[in-house]
C-alpha cells in the first residue's frame, strides 16, 4: 500500500500539467504516505527549485501544493501566473476562503464554474462559502436546488447543520454534523465544525477527539491545529500543544498566529502563580488603602492634604517632598510629620513614581465606588484571585487589572477576543461570582 501510494506520486509529478483529477489522485496518494506533510514539502521544494519564476501549468502545481501547506497567501501569489482555467479560479478560491475574503472566494467559484468546474461538489462549496459569509438565505435557496443530488450525502448532511449552527439551532446542527460523519466518518468539514461547536460549549475532550480526526487526512487542516493547540494548552498538556503547532509552521514557516501562540504556550511551561506574593501584594495594597485621618497629624499637616486630596498612604507614596513643600502653608514641620508616618510602615513619599499610573488606576478605581457594597471586591487586583495561567494571560493581554476592570467587560466582548473560549469564560464567571460580581449586560 505504502509503495503503491509511492508510485502513485511519482506517476503524478512526471505529468506536465494537473487538473483536478490529479489533485484527488494526490491527496489519495499523500493520505497512503507515511508523513504526508513532509513529502509534500518535499515535492514543493523540488518544483520550486526548477521552476524560480513558475509560469502558467507549473505555477498552477505549485499553488495546488502550496494550498495543501497552507501557505495560502504565497499560492495566490503564484496562482496569478497560471493557466487561466477552472483549477486556476477554484484554488483561489479556496485559499480565499480559508482567509475568510468569502466574497472574493465566491467570486473565484463563480469563474470555475463558468470554466466547466460542474457537479454538486461546486454547488456545495458554493452554499457554505455563501453560509460562512452570512448570506444564508442565498445558500438555502441554492442548497434546496441540488438536494436530490446530494441526498444521504455526508456533504448535504453537512450544509444542513452548518445553516443550523449559523441559525441558531445547536442542537440540530449537531445531529447532521454526526450524520454526515456517519456517511463519511473523515468529513473534515463536519469534524471541525462540530468540534468547534463542542469546544464552543465547554466539551473539549469531545472536541480534541474530533479535531484530532480532521487532520488524519491531508490536506493539512491549519484551523483545527490552532484549536487543538488551544484545547491542550487549557488542560495543561502544554508539550502537545507545541506539537501541533509546530506541526504547522512545518508545513507553513511564517504562519504569524502559530509563531505568535508557539512563543506564549512555551512560556506558559514555566509560569506559575506564586501565592506568597499574591499575599504580599494583598497586604501592600491594604496597607496603601489607608486613609491618612487614621493616623495623628497635626491640623496643619491634615488640613494640607485635605486641600491637596490626598487621602490615603497610597496618594501619599505617588507625591513628592518638592510637591508638598510647594503648597502653600505646608511647611518642613508637617513634611517631617509625614516622613516619620510613613516611615513607620516602610513608606517613603515618592517611591511608587514609576509605577504611577497603574497604582492611580487601581486607587481612582476603589474611590469611585465609595457607596459599592462591592467596592473592595471590585478592587482586587487579578493577582490577588486564584485565576489560572491561561486566564491570566488573556487578562493581562486585554490590560485587565483588577476585578472591577473585568467586571465592566460583556460576556460578547471576550468572546470575541482570539484565542478565548468558553473555559476561560466559565471560569471567570465563575471567579467574579465568588466575589458577588458579574459580568456587565447590555440591556
Excluded at 185 to 207: I, K, M, V
Aim: contains cysteine; hydrophobic residues 40%; charged residues 25%.
Amino acid at each position: 500500500m505504502e509503495q503503491a501510494a509511492l508510485d502513485t506520486l511519482d506517476a503524478i509529478l512526471a505529468r506536465d500539467a494537473w487538473t483536478m483529477q490529479e489533485y484527488q489522485e494526490l491527496l489519495e496518494a499523500l493520505g497512503a504516505t507515511p508523513n504526508a506533510s513532509n513529502r509534500c514539502r518535499q515535492i514543493l521544494a523540488d518544483l520550486e527549485a526548477n521552476h524560480p519564476t513558475p509560469k502558467g501549468a507549473k505555477a498552477l502545481m505549485i499553488g495546488m501544493l502550496r494550498y495543501l501547506l497552507c501557505r495560502f497567501p504565497e499560492a495566490l501569489e503564484v496562482l496569478a501566473d497560471a493557466t487561466d482555467n477552472r483549477e486556476r479560479h477554484f484554488f483561489v478560491g479556496q485559499c480565499h476562503r480559508a482567509r475568510k475574503n468569502y466574497a472574493q472566494a465566491l467570486e473565484a467559484f463563480q469563474r470555475a464554474k463558468a470554466k466547466g468546474w460542474e457537479g454538486p461538489d461546486c454547488d456545495a462549496l458554493i452554499v457554505e462559502t455563501l453560509a460562512l459569509a452570512g448570506q444564508t438565505d442565498q445558500a438555502a435557496k441554492t442548497l434546496k436546488s441540488i438536494e436530490k443530488q446530494i441526498e444521504g450525502a455526508a456533504t448535504g448532511f453537512y450544509l444542513q447543520g452548518l445553516l443550523a449552527e449559523l441559525d441558531g439551532r445547536g442542537e440540530d446542527a449537531t445531529r447532521l454534523y454526526e450524520q454526515a460523519r456517519e456517511a463519511h466518518p473523515a468529513h473534515p468539514e463536519a469534524s471541525f465544525r462540530l468540534a468547534y461547536y463542542l469546544d464552543l460549549h465547554g466539551q473539549e475532550e469531545e472536541a480534541i477527539d474530533l479535531y484530532r480526526d480532521c487532520l488524519s487526512h491531508p490536506p493539512i487542516y491549519a484551523s483545527a491545529l490552532l484549536n487543538l493547540a488551544v484545547l491542550y494548552e487549557d488542560v495543561g498538556q502544554y508539550e502537545k500543544s507545541i506539537a501541533c503547532l509546530k506541526r504547522l509552521l512545518a508545513v507553513n514557516p511564517n504562519h504569524p498566529r502559530a509563531r505568535l501562540f508557539l512563543r506564549d504556550t512555551q512560556a506558559s511551561r514555566h509560569m506559575y502563580y506564586d501565592e506568597d506574593q499574591a499575599r504580599r501584594i494583598a497586604k501592600r495594597n491594604a496597607v496603601l488603602d489607608i486613609p491618612v485621618t487614621d493616623f495623628e497629624l497635626s491640623v496643619r499637616a491634615r488640613n494640607c492634604l485635605k486641600k491637596m486630596n490626598i487621602l490615603t498612604l497610597g496618594d501619599l507614596v505617588r507625591t513628592s517632598e518638592a510637591e508638598l513643600l510647594g503648597y502653600k502653608n505646608f511647611g518642613e514641620t508637617s513634611l517631617k510629620e509625614i516622613k516619620d508616618m510613613l516611615s513607620a510602615k516602610g513608606l517613603r513619599l515618592g517611591q511608587e513614581s514609576e509605577t504611577a499610573g497603574e497604582l492611580s488606576g487601581l486607587l481612582e478605581e476603589a474611590e469611585s465606588l465609595p457607596n459599592d457594597p462591592n467596592a473592595a471586591a471590585r478592587a482586587l487586583t487579578i493577582e490577588q484571585v486564584d485565576f489560572s495561567v491561561r486566564a491570566r494571560r488573556v487578562l493581562e493581554q486585554l490590560n485587565v487589572r483588577t476585578l472591577g476592570e473585568l467586571a465592566a467587560k460583556t460576556e460578547a466582548e471576550l468572546l470575541g477576543q482570539k484565542n478565548f473560549g468558553q473555559t476561560s469564560l466559565s471560569e471567570m464567571r465563575q471567579r467574579l461570582t465568588e466575589h458577588g460580581l458579574h459580568f456587565r449586560e447590555i440591556n
